[in-house]
């Protein structure tokens, strides 16, 4: 199973999200349409379908760079509840760039401008050898 299974992005998972990141500079972006299957409490999407996004964006930003990594933290703030039908855009970019550890800032954002949840992430790079053990690279 390789990554075209990712819940976030692959194309071949059936109950993945199917989000396409696009890159501008250093920064990633995509669009969002929140329907039933995503909801937590009635009309509000999960705060986990949420997070998966922002976690899944702050690791394109490394990714982009040719960077692979793992989230060892990502702290949410989640400001205002996401309605089914509603189109949110999310983006992520990086602060703080060191050989080890990227600092990767993430928003949501609804189609009106509404700020709906905001994000930092710590995004460990993986070296080779943690790749293999992972799996990582037998799996492209
Ligand atoms: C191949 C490409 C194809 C692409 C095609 C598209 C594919 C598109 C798929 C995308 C997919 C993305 C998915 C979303 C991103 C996830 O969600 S990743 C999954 C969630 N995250 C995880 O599962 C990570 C689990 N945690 C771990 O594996 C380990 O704890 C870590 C984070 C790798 C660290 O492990 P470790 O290296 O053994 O840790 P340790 O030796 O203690 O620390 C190493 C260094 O890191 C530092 N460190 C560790 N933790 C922290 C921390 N929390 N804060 C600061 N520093 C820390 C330590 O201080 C240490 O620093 P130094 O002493 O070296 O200076």
Request: aromatic fraction near 6%; glycine fraction near 8%; charge should be negative.
């Amino acid at each position: 199973m390789g990554y075209d299974y990712c819940f976030v992005c692959g194309d071949k998972n059936p109950h993945g999200l199917h989000i396409k990141f696009q890159q501008d500079g250093d920064s990633v972006w995509a669009e969002f349409h929140c329907e039933e299957r995503h909801i937590g409490w009635p009309n509000v999407q999960h705060g986990g379908i949420t997070s998966s996004i922002l976690d899944e964006a702050s690791a394109y930003v490394p990714l982009n760079m040719g960077l692979v990594t793992v989230t060892a933290e990502l702290n949410i703030s989640f400001k205002s509840p996401i309605r089914v039908g509603e189109t949110v855009r999310v983006e992520a970019h990086p602060t703080k760039t060191t050989k080890r550890l990227l600092l990767v800032e993430a928003s949501l954002v609804s189609d009106k401008g509404e700020v709906k949840a905001t994000s930092k992430a710590k995004m460990l790079v993986l070296s080779k050898e943690k790749q293999e053990q992972m799996g990582i690279e037998a799996a492209q």
